[in-house]
């Protein structure tokens, strides 16, 4: 085990350094001043060189060649395969080709930030052809070594093993019933209006709320943080997960369920194997996954009545001072309040019934786009089109809330989007299955009792790492996937 | 240069890697949740031996060789000589003398912490023994590549260039005059009681004065901020100078002093000269010199009744609402307050008048230490002995409060004690001299305008980084240093 020994010694020393890198992009988002910007800059350039170098290096190649050969057992065989994945993506693609994708993606990313505003498409439209071009270079490099498609190649550097059948497969079946469902559950909800919660809630008491409820799902605070940021995230490092919010005064049930929300991939991060903690097959097993933790605490559990049952006495206990009208803080108010269905324009601002409707048509276009079929200058035509067929509203001269709107594309992340659905339809299979094995667990959260989910997470997900591929690690944990849990789950909560 | 550009580059490297070791520190005094230690140790320790191998690497000792024959300018000179002491500080030491040291010095450390709580002196002795003993030898290494005595070596590596001679001379100087005026103040004060503020001052009211007043006196907030930590400090990295204090909703006087301290620290971070911030010769200068410039800030001007004139307002625009005794908050009565005379046995707690006996008792000791003439069993004796003599106070059997009240030696410091009172006499002279160039910078002050004194801090020391050693900085500034203008503002401020 010499070879796969020296692999190790030098995976955690890149842990080590990222765990700084991660604190430092932390503190970027939560602390930093404005005129910090250049020289924490330089100082991440410096770092992400010295990382670059130690897992680039020629000997770790060699390393990865020797370590094949040697006796291991079944985690270490994992953390072999997940080093060589990182060995590859890091230096497979030619140091030129990577430095140009990396510029012009930086270039695009910025002109997006200026042009979405004035919702000006026509000038990124250069930009993105340029980055997107080299990005289906690299792709093609990667997919070579990877012995995939380029689109599952894509798919893959986010969701490991995640593939474009399975993809196809799934969203042919959310489209089958989720569309029409929609007008009914919207004309449903109109017949009992709900009431929303009106006055200040002052952010000392929003977050004294979070913070009792992200306690009882699991979360420690013991090392982590709630602070605040203008986009809501999960960060930090080994041991020490981090996540923020947002407050609106006038409104707490945006931030609380974002807080659950990052809760749950909090959660996930806080509970990686510790043995393995340092190593690749320690590290969280994907986005699809990452986002089946976070939608299974919010979605699953957090906007559930049993949840809100249990949570609407702890919402009064902080809030009933600030609160105009006592009686929307009632659990069936609540649970009305968040499960409203409203077809939007925009993805994040989506519910859990129109978000996939978001997710397939990025799927479908992004997918053109890669291989070629679609011209970029067509995308605001598909996009209106696509949209009205699917959500029934128009985004025509409105670039910046259709296809301008997201940061994805001009940022170079391609073949991101389908991990938002995977996640919320691994969120109720996994959800679905606990409850199966443990049926107590509804009435347990009713009472603010989440053991036996945490146990049940724990066991097959949490612990797990990256030691098995996306769909496998479903399988094993809740049989192959398939979306009649999330579609059992959406005729429950909306339709019955 | 092609030797001295190579140098450059690596030096820029270094700096780059040391901000975020900075900012790293910054957050675990600031931020971090108690249950990440090991985690952020481990990394710390990790991006500690990158640093180490950058800069000790053999070729740096060659570049170093090659760039002194190069055709180099006064700037890039003065660079060149603190990238070779840097150099020689981190490599002429054995690799297992400085383990050893690192490792006695933080089991020594470790255990000042216990036992300090517990007045145990007798343990402690033979872990200092250990550290001091290394210590001797390890500045035995370094005198002889610095051609200076042991202690001068000592002083040196807080304080570019301070030496024993200095020391004592302005040392003596003080000792003559301080010990006989302190009973004389001490009993013109009591003729004149002061008022304390009474009332609960909240915290976000003292947080919003503190961040008023530190601006006016010249500080970034664009390139900063201002937090809370169990022990006040300035840290943070290039261009992102943080301070911390700690509220006391009793007391206001203690946090706001404490600001205006760090204050001084920070701004002196926030002028060093741009164009060599990422060289050895773009850092501050020295301790000594550090120490001046917060206690310019914080004696000089912001204990006088100038400042006080113009701050009082300010001071009950903030906290009027709070104090229960309108008539403490007046200009009069806070400048009585902020310089208040009484010998105590605490360093950290001494006033501007009995501090240097603190340190003058220390050099003394820690120089008898250091050549071995005092033996370690004897501290106790000769401290309560040395503090009797120059404050008339007794610490027998109280060593917590005596010889064990400082993490310096435990943590081995030795030689930083000085800085302090040098600190306090360089602050004097300069604010003398600012004063002499500018004779309306006192007229100024009193109506809040600090634009001369910033001036003249940031022609003759803030732009200087460390292109000169202390005492020709001082002297370039201010002519030859010596007490005479702090016995001019002793005399000024307390006896007339």
């Keep these: 085990m010499q070879n796969y020994q020296k692999l190790e010694a030098r995976f955690r020393q890149r842990s080590r350094l990222e765990d700084l890198r991660n604190m430092s992009s932390w503190d970027e988002s939560v602390m930093m001043p404005t005129g910090s910007g250049d020289a924490r800059a330089n100082s991440l350039a410096e770092l992400g060189s010295v990382i670059q170098t130690l897992i680039c290096a020629p000997e770790v190649g060699e390393w990865i060649e020797g370590a094949q050969l040697e006796k291991l057992d079944s985690w270490q065989q994992a953390n072999l395969r997940e080093i060589k994945k990182v060995y590859l993506e890091n230096t497979a693609i030619p140091v030129e080709l990577n430095q140009r994708l990396t510029i012009a993606n930086m270039k695009s990313q910025a002109a997006w930030r200026e042009l979405r505003a004035k919702n000006n498409w026509r000038d990124l439209v250069p930009l993105m052809k340029e980055s997107l071009g080299l990005q289906r270079e690299a792709l093609g490099v990667l997919s070579q070594q990877f012995g995939l498609s380029i689109y599952d190649t894509a798919l893959s550097l986010y969701s490991p093993g995640l593939n474009t059948e399975t993809v196809e497969r799934l969203f042919g079946d959310l489209n089958q019933f989720l569309p029409s469902l929609v007008s009914q559950v ?12 009106q006055g200040r809630f002052p952010m000392a008491a929003q977050k004294a709320l979070g913070l009792e409820l992200m306690q009882l799902l699991g979360y420690d605070l013991n090392r982590g943080r709630l602070d605040e940021s203008h986009h809501p995230f999960c960060g930090g490092s080994t041991n020490d997960v981090r996540i923020t919010t947002r407050y609106n005064e006038s409104d707490f ?6 807080v659950l929300h990052e809760t749950g991939h909090a959660i996930y991060e806080q509970n990686r194997p510790q043995e393995w903690i340092e190593q690749p097959v320690g590290g969280a ?39 105009e009208n006592p009686t929307s803080l009632e659990a069936d108010n ?16 989506a519910d859990e019934m129109t978000y996939p409707a978001h997710v397939i048509l990025r799927f479908e276009i992004e997918r053109a786009l890669l291989d070629g079929s679609l011209p970029l200058e067509d995308l605001p035509a598909v996009w209106n089109e696509k949209m009205k067929r699917s959500l029934g509203l128009s985004t025509l001269g409105n670039d910046k809330d259709g296809c301008m709107q997201d940061v994805h594309w001009p940022a ?20 679905a299955a606990a409850r199966a094995k443990h049926p107590t667990i509804g009435q347990n959260i009713a009472r603010g009792d989440f053991n036996l989910l945490q146990g049940w997470l724990r066991q097959t997900v949490w612990s797990k790492g990256s030691f098995l591929p996306t769909l496998e690690l479903v399988e094993q ?8 849990a999330f579609k059992a789950h959406i005729q429950k909560r909306y339709v019955e």
Tied chains: 1, 2.
């Design 412 to 431: 170079g992340l391609w073949g991101y989007f389908p991990a938002y659905t995977f996640g919320a339809v691994i969120a109720a299979q996994l959800f």
């Design 477 to 484: 944990a809740s049989g192959t996937l398939s979306t009649a």
């Design 334 to 349: 609540l649970a009305r309040l968040v499960s409203q269905v409203e077809p939007g324009l925009i993805r994040v601002d």
């Design 253 to 258: 049930v945006s931030a609380l369920m974002g």
């Design 186 to 197: 919207v004309e449903k909800q109109k017949l009992k209006p709900v009431e929303i919660p």
């Design 285 to 323: 097993c994907g986005m699809a996954i990452h986002e089946s933790q976070s939608l299974l605490m919010e979605m699953q559990v957090s906007r559930s009545r049993e949840f809100l049952e249990f949570a609407a006495p702890v919402i009064r206990k902080h809030l009933a001072k600030s609160v």
